[in-house]
């Protein structure tokens, strides 16, 4: 748990824009900065930064928060990574009220991160001391600059150079880091003497590439052979750091190029990544060993529109290329495009790049296959098309695959033009692969497309309080004396206000996280009103004041009810009676003015 207080004044010391800008070039717009939204896609932006509230908010999308909540959505961070993360760049040591038990005998995840740097500024130390190494990259036209930026790093031969690095090299925390090898212990025997257990360095004699998190922060290595020997690639353990099912090679550099792209290219080996950075491809990450996996993908089609795989042209690489294609058919969605690019069968994406450069790169990525065009011809290429026995094969093998993708206007595609392939009518097609019926969801449409005016008075202040907080010094206690969820929240958020005039709405919407109000909170910043009411042309106050007018109005008439049944009944003390003659010439007076549509109803 990571203390309220804390939290608080984070977000009094960072600045949004700051934040913001380190993700997506932000641009002067009157008081705010404004950008195209990196969470939905657009032509002309509706994403704006307000330093005044500290607060991002999409009026496309509906996205909004602070600059904790922007970390988590942007990066994919949990909350107490994004206030770390956030923490570290304004130099703030994040308090552990209780220390997070990890997995026992671990040491702990910074303690682990900060190992992971002393290695890693000892690869790259040892980098400019090898030859051999230098030779090597600068034989693959890897040039000092793309090394810097990736990090590059040697790890050179010998069995316990880690000894010199690490004083406590010896000890489980070390082990921790993946760094380090403990061979088996071996009972001695008759013709064998005992072998104790020994510790030795993982990587020895390997080109160095630190694996980065969303944070920049090492978590693994690579380490790749610079002659010929086994294996040839040879990654980091899983550590508490490091999952190799979610982690992209690459990403951390290529975040940007990505978006700007609207494309990511996904490549199988972290030299194919430095490679095309080398020749300006920078929209490239790489998969760490692993197939791909539904997580990858998830996380990458929120960065981009268009994922290409991109894998070597020989057996190994369709292989691969399939499995993907396998974890991308549920996870596809209409207005995504995934496809794959088939290299020769004699390259891969570095001697590719290397021998086409830049453009024959691109105008190769400009003719990678969609998915569908792949699955088919793969499927059609596994059997005989020209009869009918070989069809239905065909039939069979593409039905259970076409039956998991989710998306509705794709699904529907892949389906009819699996049926030209098979030679069979739509209505026949239909017969054999019933089209799903779409899965009820709650609502028709999310919340944030049909946002609906608010109507009680309270909620309006909300909204205008959540715009200008200044305003809720304005608001007199009595007339929020009303009952229920939104009078209560109305009451918490003016007394946050009131209690520091300095804070902001990315501060309140960090202080009722997860409570009752954030969600009424969340209602009031999707209304239509307060866009409205952030724009400098919009008199907050004078809302507000008329508002609070409203409120006493409305109080005075329910008042004024409860007096009349007393006087009715007979049973109204003589103060009674003179507050309610007190409010009616009130009325009196309101009425010959404006009346506001509450007073109207009274009519
Ligand atoms: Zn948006």
Redesign the pocket.
Known sequence: MIPQEFIQSLLGRVDIVDVVDRYVKLKKAGANFQAL?P??N?KSP??SVSPSKQFYH?F????HGNAIGFLMEYSGLAYPEAIRALAETVGMQVPETRGRPEKPGSAEAPALTARMLEALSYYRAQLKKSKTAIDYLKGRGVSGEIAARYGLGYAPDGWQNLEAVFTDYATGALRDTGLVIDSEPRPGSENEPEKKSRRYDRFRDRVMFPILDARGNVIGFGGRVIGAGEPKYLNSPETPLFEKGRELYGLYQARRAIRDANQVIVVEGYMDVVALAQHGVENAVATLGTATTPFHLAKLMKLADNVVFCFDGDAAGRKAAWRALEVALPVLADGKVVSFLFLPPEDDPDTYVRREGKEGFAKALAEAKPLSQFLFAELASRVDMANEEGRARFLAEARPLVAQIEAPALAVMLRRRMGELARLSPEEIEQLVPSKVPAKRPSAAPARTVRKATQSLQQRLLVLVAATPEVAAEVPQEVLAGGGADWAALRDVIAFFREDPRRNLGQASAYFEGSDVSALLRVALEDPLFEEASSPDFNVKAEVSDLVERLREAQRSRRSDELLKLLVAGTATEDEKAEYREIAAHQATAKSGNPSPEERSKL
């Open positions: 939204c969470f939905h657009e509706s994403f999409c496309g999308c509906g996205a």
